[in-house]
């Protein structure tokens, strides 16, 4: 298990507090130990191997900052980002799958769920169960609120509960999954403000996980489809208020940008150290390229850009567990950390030359799993628009 401390916020922001250096630094070796060794072969299989999804939950990384009460860290949510960025440094499928569980599942539990809610399910998400944010359909896209999966309240004998049919795609550790944060329409006719936040078992009558997506990157985190065909949801196992659950997506998916910088940082940080590291090794007209000012400028300018996406999503991070508004900052930093890691792994990729092309060095693969960044959790445009319309008053 891992040590984690009450919040503490050093100033400048790259300073962390020295129990916050023990754990960047624990994850940082389970990272490279443990996770390094099998990261192609999960990548080239499409498939997260069980036994170092068991070790995240043995060392405590998918419940970070569930409180202790509830068999949790008891950390706070700028741990969860340092977690997230020294995963992706090695494999950002690793990331992927714990910024799914801290930043949008964990994260909306604790803010929304009830009591009885919390003690029923964060001990099963801090010691084995896989959640999943189920939100995106075939339809509903950046237009997140034109989702069409119906819930429709039933009362019987059977005891107050919900009937819920519909279909979701591109849902985040669906796969792996025991539960999911699924947002369903109890009231079509009043549009987004039908929206109701509900926590669907995967045993659940009428729930299934259906096709699995063959992607370009970050392959061994699953990505599927969801069928909901009648399936029954007791009433208990609504979150927050009926049609209020637009207010839990927009808020948690803020707080989820910032994971995803995390993620880009991770990933662009990784890539500079793999050209750096090979730079200094590979020789060409009788020394190494590192000494060549072509190869230098290309690495500085990688190493200016991620320290300034990772100052970025620090920020964000900060400010949000000192309860200030971060809105704009963690569309800032999902937005430019999503460039700066699509750069950088492209930058890899040349400084290693031919090789860099093959699945003989990593740079490869983190080119193809930096794409994402700017698709998922918000594409770049959808992050401009939230940026404009902060800096405008959200005129418009």
Not at 14 to 34: I, N, Y
Not at 65 to 86: C, K, M, R, T
Request: contains cysteine.
């Amino acid at each position: 298990m891992i040590a984690t401390e009450k919040r503490v916020t050093p100033s400048p922001l790259t300073l962390l507090t020295e129990e916050e250096k023990m754990f960047q630094s624990t994850v940082r070796k389970f990272a490279r130990e443990r996770i390094g060794p099998h990261v192609r072969e999960m990548d080239e299989a499409g498939v997260f191997k069980k036994e170092i999804l068991k070790e995240c939950f043995e060392l405590g990384l998918m419940a970070i900052d569930v409180p202790e009460e509830y068999e949790g860290q008891g950390g706070y949510f700028f741990q969860s980002i340092l977690a997230i960025e020294e995963l992706a440094k090695v494999d950002p499928s690793a990331a992927v799958i714990v910024d799914v569980q801290n930043t949008l599942f964990n994260n909306a539990i604790q803010r929304w769920a009830t009591e009885e809610q919390k003690k029923k399910y964060f001990p099963r998400l801090a010691k084995d169960t896989v959640a999943s944010y189920a939100l995106s359909e075939a339809g509903s896209g950046s237009d997140a609120f034109a989702l069409t999966t119906r819930a429709v309240f039933v009362k019987d004998d059977a005891g107050d509960h919900y009937r819920i049919t519909g279909r979701k795609l591109w849902i985040t550790n669906a796969g792996e999954a025991g539960l999911f944060l699924l947002f369903a329409n109890v009231n079509p006719e009043a549009g987004y403000k039908g929206i109701t936040a509900f926590l669907v078992e995967r045993e659940f009558p009428g729930f299934k996980v259906g096709k699995k997506e063959d992607k370009l990157g970050i392959r061994a985190s699953s990505t599927c489809e969801l069928i909901l065909d009648d399936c029954k949801v007791p009433k208990a196992n609504v979150i927050g208020e009926v049609g209020k659950g637009y207010k839990i997506a927009i808020e948690t998916l803020n707080e989820g940008r910032i994971g995803i910088g995390a993620q880009m940082v991770g990933l662009a940080a990784g890539a500079l150290d793999h050209a750096l590291a090979y730079a200094q090794q590979r020789k060409q007209f009788g020394k190494p390229i590192a000494e060549y000012q072509g190869v230098q400028f290309d690495l500085a300018e990688m190493a200016v850009e991620v320290e300034a996406a990772r100052l970025m999503v620090y920020n964000a991070a900060r400010l949000r567990d000192a309860g200030a508004p971060f809105i704009t900052e963690a569309a800032m930093c999902k937005y430019f950390a999503s460039q700066v890691a699509e750069r950088s792994a492209s930058k890899a990729v040349e400084v290693l030359g031919g090789v860099g092309f093959t699945k003989d060095y990593p740079v490869e693969k983190l080119y193809r799993d930096a794409k994402i960044g700017k698709i998922y959790e918000g594409t770049s445009n959808m992050q401009r628009v939230t940026i404009a319309k902060q800096m405008l008053g959200n005129r418009g």
